[in-house]
């Protein structure tokens, strides 16, 4: 009994999924077109039949077919012709084209083939073979529809996180500077170029007090959400705002009610907090800096990150070494302040090493004595004009290329009396 039961639901999900099948018959022989349309209706399919090439691509033309079986010689459009035709409209639902033909010759084949027939059958036709193509022919279009329906779905998915991509891309541009703090003896530029929609490098320059002027440059290791998630966490602990998250500033009991985090201590919170982890392998550089802005001397740690370009008109460009282990490489990571005295029309500059890094095609890096070298030659030029021209340096010397990489900047000018 439950072999009888199954075999009836096989045949009842089999009937219905011919019910649901539109057959379209091209052929323009009478009797074989009527003696193949009655045979695949009583097997249950839904079928029109057209008496030659072009009355069937009209009709194809109105949709809804999932298999069609053409003859090869007809008037007005042939099988291959037809086959082109109907191949190249475009549609979300893939057609099974079974040729039918009297040929034998191979070319005849492969060109039936390459007009984009899928399957060949003889004539006279032979009804158990018509029956086992048309099983198959199933298969293949249950198989595209599922492909289909996936590939919609990954379509839809896609767009969502393009958007969803966007809005944290804007979230994290609303953590950067959007405009300098008021200086009178400053000025002070940036440029923010993500490879991908988020970026592992953010950085920032504010005022702590009346004299000290606090500024940042910090690249994630690797690219995407992780690394995005990464800096603005980091963003948070590096805010002016005291509160209980940022490492920057200190409640007092008496005035001035605060104390101000000396750079090197900022490191070694930070190392602490974020040591490497095996799952993801994320560390990250830094540059963190206390400005005196009455003297013009900066104490600043560096992290692993690139060296400061230091540009003076008395003495020209400097790159200022300042070696150091990035943060959460080295659970006990000694960090080493470091100090640059600016006089007035002196310049720097702090970035990400995706500039000093940019390759041309012989996969040479721009470097930074080449990076020094044009800034240098900016030093005429507004301080925004400068890092414009030295970017699109940069863009040329990749060629064809992307940089490839995150790209931060910023500089400040120490403006002359």
Request: glycine content about 6%; hydrophobic content about 40%.
């Amino acid at each position: 009994m439950r072999t009888e039961r199954f075999i009836q639901k096989f045949k009842y999900i089999e009937e219905q999924g011919r019910g649901c099948m539109k057959i379209l018959i091209a052929e323009d022989d009478m009797v074989s077109r009527k003696v193949l349309q009655r045979t695949l209706e009583k097997w249950g399919y839904n079928v029109d039949a057209a008496e030659d090439g072009m009355e069937a691509l009209e009709l194809y033309r109105q949709g809804g077919y999932s298999i069609l079986i053409t003859d090869w010689m007809m008037p007005r459009l042939d099988g291959v012709q037809l086959v082109e035709q109907v191949r190249g409209i475009d549609s979300k639902d893939y057609v099974y084209i079974i040729m039918l033909t009297a040929k034998s010759a191979k070319y005849e084949f492969i060109e039936a083939m390459e007009a984009g027939a899928d399957d060949f059958l003889s004539k006279p036709l032979d009804r158990e073979e018509l029956r086992v193509r048309l099983q198959a022919a199933r298969r293949v279009i249950d198989l595209e529809r599922q492909l289909s329906k996936q590939n919609e779905k990954l379509t839809e998915n896609n767009v969502r996180m393009k958007h969803d991509l966007e809005a944290a891309a804007r979230i994290q541009v609303s953590l950067l500077p959007d405009s300098p703090p008021p200086l009178d003896d400053y000025e002070i530029d940036w440029r923010f170029n993500p490879c991908d929609e988020l970026a592992g490098d953010i950085f920032n320059v504010f005022n702590l007090d009346e004299e000290m002027m606090g500024l940042y440059l910090l690249d994630v290791s690797g690219h995407g959400v992780s690394a995005a998630l990464l800096a603005v966490t980091l963003s948070r602990l590096l805010s002016p705002v005291m509160d209980t998250a940022s490492l920057l500033k200190s409640r007092l009991k008496e005035e001035p009610w605060y104390q101000l985090t000396e750079p090197i201590e900022v490191a070694n919170q930070l190392n602490k907090r974020f040591q490497l982890d095996p799952k993801n392998s994320q560390y990250f550089t830094l540059i963190y800096g206390l400005l005196n802005k009455v003297t013009g001397e900066l104490r600043y740690i560096s992290a692993g990150h690139p060296a400061i370009i230091h540009l003076s008109k008395e003495n020209g460009g400097k790159i200022v070494d300042a070696p150091g282990i990035p943060i959460g490489i080295m659970e006990n990571s000694v960090f080493e302040e470091y100090r640059l005295q600016l006089e007035p029309g002196d310049r720097f500059y702090i970035y990400s090493d995706g500039i000093a890094e940019a390759e041309n095609l012989q996969s040479e890096q721009f470097g930074t004595v080449r990076l020094m070298e044009t800034l240098q030659e900016g030093m005429s030029s507004s301080l925004g004009n400068s890092i414009e021209t030295m970017l699109h340096k940069v863009e040329k010397w990749c060629g064809h290329r992307s940089i490839g990489d995150d790209v931060s900047v910023l500089a400040m000018e120490m403006k002359s009396n």
